[in-house]
């Protein structure tokens, strides 16, 4: 090659190469979707346990099981339990794909640690730990101290603390403001040395701090957050029926005869995080005999109810948590009418799906949110493959929630490959651009090994 044929053939692929990063440049990350609106949460109960295989749940009792066998879970198999690692996977998928960010798992302790290692009742938090797929959600931990499972010494809430330690340096244990959160139903119990001890031994296992959420109300001293498990009018009164919306007004507030616990309850230094109640009608428990709301409960209704919480956050931003947080009660109180787990009574899921269209939460595989899993979904997934990142984030190609854009997360695309609806129904898909630009590349490539070839 002379010097003349040389210096053209560099010119021309010193312009391919201009024009392949032209068409690189071109190219945008995929439309970013909206956000979700609020980071939501449900308390999570597990009565639905037994020591022995086989034996009906143990809190199914029979008035539950014959005057309520619609609120049987999916799971139930006629006995009502749920206490596997198996069904708990399915209720972390179910609960990750319709938007429920973490479940709060109501935790009771049982006079020791052996005692309340080994109790079914504390089965969730041990099944979750062992799910293969618990990167899709957070959890955090509700602590009952309340009769007949209460906290009765320092020594005791020593015990507990060490016993939560582990749980609280976990990866996907709820945060806020970068330290764990731990819910205490019933508040009053801690003392300043206990929290002190949880301060200390955290700072010993790497953390900043922990922080707490008082059920109702607590000492600003010991609690930086303020919730509910929840709200119940006419406790004790008899069992009466009310509609649906009173109890929706009671935490809302309206204009006549409730201001609304939301609004009651916040303005405190504290942060507040407000309750949805899915429902409530305990009379398979019957303790005591109160009012009840559950029956006349639709999902549109628990939907409109979610909506309202996120709008009381927007309204009150500085009376909220920075991270939007809200909590459902419940996932799962079955005997107690309130829960939005799939049963018996609602196969399909309609209060989850309520749920879902509140968040905006895309379908499975639809990582920018245009409701349709196709070309940009998988662009996505390209252009993060093999990248460290937050773990359950779409935009950045990690719809499997394990943290790396990867084979798991580009089976999920082509496993709902074409589902939903194009954005236009009338469009014609059109050639993906960053899988243009990487032919176009691979080709400059070619093309200059070509070039060097020749020129010896």
Same mark, same amino acid.
């Given at each position: ?7 053209? !053939? ?35 109960? &597990? ?15 029979? &008035? ?148 707490? *959420? ?9 609690? !930086? ?15 009466? &029926? ?115 269209? #509140? ?13 349709? #899993? ?25 719809? !499997? ?17 074409? &589902? ?6 009338? *469009? ?13 590349? *691979? ?14």
């Amino acid at each position: 090659m002379n010097r003349h044929t040389k210096v053209v !053939s560099d010119l021309k692929l010193h312009r391919l190469t201009m024009w392949g990063l032209a068409v690189l440049a071109l190219w945008s990350p995929p439309p970013i979707a909206a956000t979700q609106t609020a980071k939501v949460g449900a308390y999570y109960f &597990e009565g639905w346990y037994h020591d022995t295989p086989g034996a009906i749940a143990a809190f199914a009792n029979e &008035e539950l099981r014959n005057d309520f066998p619609e609120r049987e879970p999916i799971w139930g198999g006629g006995l009502w339990r749920g206490d596997t690692v198996e069904i708990m996977e399915q209720q972390i998928d179910l609960a990750a794909d319709h938007g429920v960010a973490f479940f709060s798992f109501d935790w009771y302790w049982k006079g020791s640690p052996a005692a309340t290692a080994n109790d079914g009742i504390n089965s969730g938090l041990k099944n979750f730990m062992l799910a293969s797929n618990r990167d899709r959600m957070e959890f955090n931990i509700n602590i009952v101290d309340a009769a007949p499972t209460t906290i009765d010494s320092d020594a005791e809430w020593e015990q507990v603390a060490d016993m939560l330690m582990p749980y609280l340096t976990d990866s996907r244990y709820l945060r806020v403001g970068g330290n764990p959160l731990i819910t205490n139903f019933a508040s009053a119990g801690m003392t300043q040395t206990n929290y002190d001890y949880f301060q200390q031994i955290a700072t010993a296992a790497g953390l900043d701090g922990v922080e707490f *959420a008082a059920n109702v109300e607590g000492p600003t001293s010991l609690y !930086s957050h303020v919730t509910r498990y929840n709200a119940v009018p006419g406790w004790g009164a008899g069992e009466v &029926e009310y509609p649906y919306q009173s109890l929706t007004d009671y935490v809302e507030g309206n204009d006549t005869w409730a201001e609304g616990i939301w609004n009651t309850e916040s303005g405190g230094p504290q942060s507040y995080i407000p309750v949805v109640m899915a429902g409530w009608d305990a009379r398979p428990w019957n303790t005591p005999p109160t009012w009840y709301f559950n029956p006349s409960r639709t999902p549109e209704a628990v939907g409109a109810h979610l909506q309202k919480a996120i709008d009381w956050i927007d309204n009150n931003p500085a009376l909220a948590t920075p991270e939007r947080l809200v909590m459902i009660y419940a996932w799962n109180e079955f005997g107690e009418g309130g829960y939005i787990a799939p049963t018996v009574g609602d196969p399909e899921g309609a209060y989850l799906q309520s749920i879902r269209n #509140v968040l905006n939460v895309p379908e499975a595989g639809d990582l920018n949110g245009d409701g349709f #899993v196709g070309g940009a979904d998988l662009d996505i997934v390209r252009s993060f493959w093999g990248q460290t990142v937050a773990p359950g984030d779409l935009l950045h190609g990690d719809p !499997s929630g394990n943290g790396v854009c990867s084979g798991q997360d580009l089976d999920i695309v082509r496993a709902h490959w074409g &589902e939903g609806t194009l954005p236009n129904a009338n *469009a014609v898909p059109e050639p993906s651009l960053p899988l243009m630009a990487a032919q176009l590349c *691979a080709l400059l490539a070619t093309l200059a090994t070509r070039c060097r070839s020749r020129r010896r």
